[in-house]
T-cell receptor
Framework: GQQVMQIPQYQHVQEGEDFTTYCNSS?????IQWYKQRPGGHPVFLIQ?????EVKKQKRLTFQFGEAKKNSSLHITATQTTDVGTYFC????????????FGAGTTVTVRA | DGGITQSPKYLFRKEGQNVTLSCEQN?????MYWYRQDPGQGLRLIYY???????QKGDIAEGYSVSREKKESFPLTVTSAQKNPTAFYLC?????????????FGPGTRLTVL
């Protein structure tokens, strides 16, 4: 079955620094979504990428979908304490119905 | 105020008992989902429903059951057959009908088996 892997599992960042989290799928995806879960909260949708090579930006967050549609990345610039939480990628296999397969997430902590 | 509600927020049960987790949405979404979240792991799909009176097993359906008698409601029963039921359970919904729809999550129910 489809597997979505995320690295790193944990990211400890100094406030103001940049970091990137990566998402890789064992199969080609029709789209990929990113969610953020704050500590003690529930996942909240951030963005969806559909096209090969697509790049989208949300303020300090840059999302990219790989050319082969099997990988994605989230890059955060000038990390702030509000960025604390777990970031999940989730993909839909191009051959399946509408089930999202979630990665294990990257848990981000920020040192002030 | 539209959204998804789950109740209760915390639930304790004795080993061997069945328990039902509630999930209600007023977003008029066709599709609803149940996920289980364990520490250090992503969300794992238990069951999903794309339309009323129909549902499919997800990746970890054993020991769970669901019903979808109304569009707004998708309750999950954790049966005594579930060997390790202590976890955080999340319900979600989406418009359905397409794989390009974001999922909206409820606040979750934290189940502890004593």
């Amino acid at each position: 079955g489809q597997q979505v892997m995320q690295i790193p599992q944990y990211q400890h960042v100094q406030e103001g620094e940049d970091f990137t989290t990566y998402c890789n799928s064992s199969t080609t995806l029709s789209n990929i979504q990113w969610y953020k879960q704050r500590p003690g909260g529930h996942p909240v949708f951030l963005i969806q990428l559909v096209k090969s090579g697509e790049v989208k930006k949300q303020k300090r967050l840059t999302f990219q979908f790989g050319e082969a549609k099997k990988n994605s990345s989230l890059h955060i610039t000038a990390t702030q304490t509000t960025d604390v939480g777990t970031y999940f990628c989730a993909g839909i296999d191009s051959g399946w119905d509408y089930k999202l397969s979630f990665g294990a997430g990257t848990t981000v902590t920020v040192r002030a | 105020d539209g959204g998804i509600t789950q109740s209760p927020k915390y639930l304790f049960r004795k080993e061997g008992q069945n328990v039902t987790l509630s999930c209600e949405q007023n977003l008029n979404h066709d599709a609803m989902y149940w996920y289980r979240q364990d520490p250090g792991q992503g969300l794992r799909l238990i069951y999903y429903s794309q339309i009323v009176n129909d549902f499919q097993k997800g990746d970890i359906a054993e020991g769970y059951s669901v019903s979808r008698e109304k569009k707004e409601s998708f309750p999950l029963t954790v049966t005594s057959a579930q060997k390790n039921p202590t976890a955080f359970y999340l319900c979600a919904s989406s418009m359905g009908g397409s794989d390009y729809n974001e999922q909206f999550f409820g606040p979750g129910t934290r189940l502890t088996v004593l």
